[in-house]
């Protein structure tokens, strides 16, 4: 059972009081997190990398989500757009593709008066630290304004003030390396052309890249299979076209969602990339350890171990579907308590440590398990939960408002907790990969 700290927040100085609270990131959680605060009217300013709203999301738009409509609409959010007159998605049992999810949902959302005039697109959060303070610095720590260096579009370097920062950049653009080490492979500076990021459209925009083409995807979760899929159907019409699936291990848990997950569209990933083994339209490797890349013509070779011994594959294109970790770079001069194992806050690591549970099996969690030793600093969404995979959005509503709550002083409404997440099949780290929603 997990101990709530029931001490009410550090009161915000006069200092603290004319600033407003950072958001960085304006995907899902972070106009989640915007909405809380607009319910509660607490400034704020919401950072974000790209021109538009969900910039991450846009990347993978294609694909589609695992939770239906009822599980990916914010409850503040949702009050929010009624309000607006907003129409809800007709059949809230169906699961959408990220461009649904972006453009029935997350854009009218950004573009309510209240969000809207506090976004600034093109911004792009590059260093937050404690105002005059490196993190050795303690006196007066608590009282002193967030400081973040945001780079702009044009290129231009600015800083800014808060009075606390909610992190919700997410993961997507930070993939886990190739090699089974966790490091960027040996060699990779003459091949990298030859790399691709996790969930590339396929079938859609990305097709002439792949098709007549040996594409191997690296990976055994979700993101992985998605991309199998796609690939599989293409090599049904365009000719030559060769899949093969390389994993590290014996065999690819995480696919392998159980028979009752409520997500049944996860559910049934595992079943048809098996299928499409047995048919013979994928090449299935396993027990494949990478620790090298090297350019080989036009394509590129992967180098490691295969059950001890040394190995060798080649391919024309690699689809890197190992999985996400998150940006801490720009969080050097915070002070964190991350977990050693996942890189999650310390009090949420054991609730979501994939060896002891599936994604529906989290509990229930807010402020109190997002803290960090610099107050009023919170990672929330995919970013907190680290290298831990498959994380769900409507655990991210729940963390934000809490949050909100504890911002506000409202203690009864930080810690009170719930949640009703779908009962969901396995969600292990051992095989890598990576997912969402």
């Given at each position: 059972?997990?101990?709530?700290?029931?001490?009410?927040?550090?009161?915000?100085?006069?200092?603290?009081?004319?600033?407003?609270?950072?958001?960085?990131?304006?995907?899902?959680?972070?106009?989640?997190?915007?909405?809380?605060?607009?319910?509660?009217?607490?400034?704020?300013?919401?950072?974000?990398?790209?021109?538009?709203?969900?910039?991450?999301?846009?990347?993978?738009?294609?694909?589609?989500?695992?939770?239906?409509?009822?599980?990916?609409?914010?409850?503040?959010?949702?009050?929010?757009?009624?309000?607006?007159?907003?129409?809800?998605?007709?059949?809230?049992?169906?699961?959408?593709?990220?461009?649904?999810?972006?453009?029935?949902?997350?854009?009218?959302?950004?573009?309510?008066?209240?969000?809207?005039?506090?976004?600034?697109?093109?911004?792009?959060?590059?260093?937050?630290?404690?105002?005059?303070?490196?993190?050795?610095?303690?006196?007066?720590?608590?009282?002193?304004?967030?400081?973040?260096?945001?780079?702009?579009?044009?290129?231009?370097?600015?800083?800014?003030?808060?009075?606390?920062?909610?992190?919700?950049?997410?993961?997507?653009?930070?993939?886990?390396?190739?090699?089974?080490?966790?490091?960027?492979?040996?060699?990779?500076?003459?091949?990298?052309?030859?790399?691709?990021?996790?969930?590339p459209d396929v079938r859609g925009t990305d097709?002439?890249?792949?098709?007549?083409?040996?594409?191997?995807?690296?990976?055994?979760?979700?993101?992985?299979?998605?991309?199998?899929?796609?690939?599989?159907?293409?090599?049904?019409?365009?000719?030559?076209?060769?899949?093969?699936?390389?994993?590290?291990?014996?065999?690819?848990?995480?696919?392998?969602?159980?028979?009752?997950?409520?997500?049944?569209?996860?559910?049934?990933?595992?079943?048809?990339?098996?299928?499409?083994?047995?048919?013979?339209?994928?090449?299935?490797?396993?027990?494949?350890?990478?620790?090298?890349?090297?350019?080989?013509?036009?394509?590129?070779?992967?180098?490691?171990?295969?059950?001890?011994?040394?190995?060798?594959?080649?391919?024309?294109?690699?689809?890197?579907?190992?999985?996400?970790?998150?940006?801490?770079?720009?969080?050097?001069?915070?002070?964190?308590?991350?977990?050693?194992?996942?890189?999650?806050?310390?009090?949420?690591?054991?609730?979501?440590?994939?060896?002891?549970?599936?994604?529906?099996?989290?509990?229930?969690?807010?402020?109190?398990?997002?803290?960090?030793?610099?107050?009023?600093?919170?990672?929330?969404?995919?970013?907190?939960?680290?290298?831990?995979?498959?994380?769900?959005?409507?655990t991210g509503y729940e963390q934000v408002r809490?949050?909100?709550?504890?911002?506000?002083?409202?203690?009864?409404?930080?810690?009170?907790?719930?949640?009703?997440?779908?009962?969901?099949?396995?969600?292990?780290?051992?095989?890598?990969?990576?997912?969402?929603?």
């Open positions: 059972m997990t101990l709530i700290d029931l001490t009410p927040r550090s009161a915000v100085t006069d200092r603290l009081a004319t600033l407003p609270v950072v958001i960085i990131g304006a995907g899902p959680i972070g106009l989640a997190a915007a909405a809380n605060l607009v319910e509660r009217g607490i400034d704020f300013v919401v950072l974000e990398a790209g021109d538009r709203p969900a910039s991450s999301i846009r990347l993978w738009g294609h694909t589609r989500l695992f939770s239906p409509w009822r599980h990916l609409i914010d409850p503040a959010s949702r009050r929010l757009l009624d309000a607006a007159g907003w129409a809800p998605p007709v059949d809230e049992g169906r699961a959408p593709s990220g461009h649904e999810l972006v453009d029935e949902y997350l854009m009218p959302l950004a573009e309510l008066d209240a969000i809207r005039s506090r976004i600034r697109y093109g911004a792009r959060a590059s260093a937050v630290t404690r105002q005059g303070m490196d993190r050795t610095r303690t006196a007066g720590r608590e009282s002193t304004p967030f400081l973040l260096r945001v780079t702009t579009a044009d290129g231009r370097v600015e800083e800014m003030t808060g009075r606390a920062v909610i992190d919700a950049s997410g993961t997507y653009t930070s993939p886990n390396p190739l090699s089974s080490s966790g490091l960027v492979p040996m060699g990779v500076g003459g091949a990298g052309d030859r790399i691709i990021h996790a969930l097709r002439a890249r792949f098709s007549g083409r040996h594409t191997t995807v690296v990976g055994a979760g979700h993101s992985a299979a998605n991309t199998l899929i796609a690939l599989a159907e293409l090599s049904r019409t365009e000719p030559d076209t060769r899949v093969t699936w390389l994993i590290r291990n014996a065999s690819a848990v995480r696919v392998s969602s159980s028979a009752d997950d409520e997500l049944a569209d996860r559910a049934r990933l595992g079943s048809r990339v098996d299928q499409l083994v047995d048919d013979g339209l994928i090449e299935k490797i396993d027990s494949f350890e990478i620790s090298a890349v090297e350019r080989q013509g036009d394509g590129i070779r992967l180098i490691g171990t295969r059950r001890g011994e040394p190995a060798v594959h080649d391919a024309d294109l690699v689809v890197g579907a190992t999985g996400f970790r998150p940006d801490l770079d720009m969080l050097r001069e915070i002070r964190l308590q991350l977990d050693d194992i996942v890189e999650a806050p310390v009090r949420l690591a054991p609730l979501i440590d994939p060896n002891l549970h599936s994604c529906g099996t989290v509990a229930p969690h807010g402020f109190d398990e997002l803290r960090h030793p610099d107050s009023g600093f919170f990672l929330v969404g995919m970013k907190s939960y680290g290298r831990a995979p498959t994380f769900l959005l409507a809490s949050v909100a709550a504890w911002l506000d002083g409202d203690m009864r409404a930080a810690t009170e907790v719930r949640l009703a997440l779908p009962a969901t099949g396995v969600c292990s780290t051992t095989s890598g990969g990576g997912g969402c929603c």
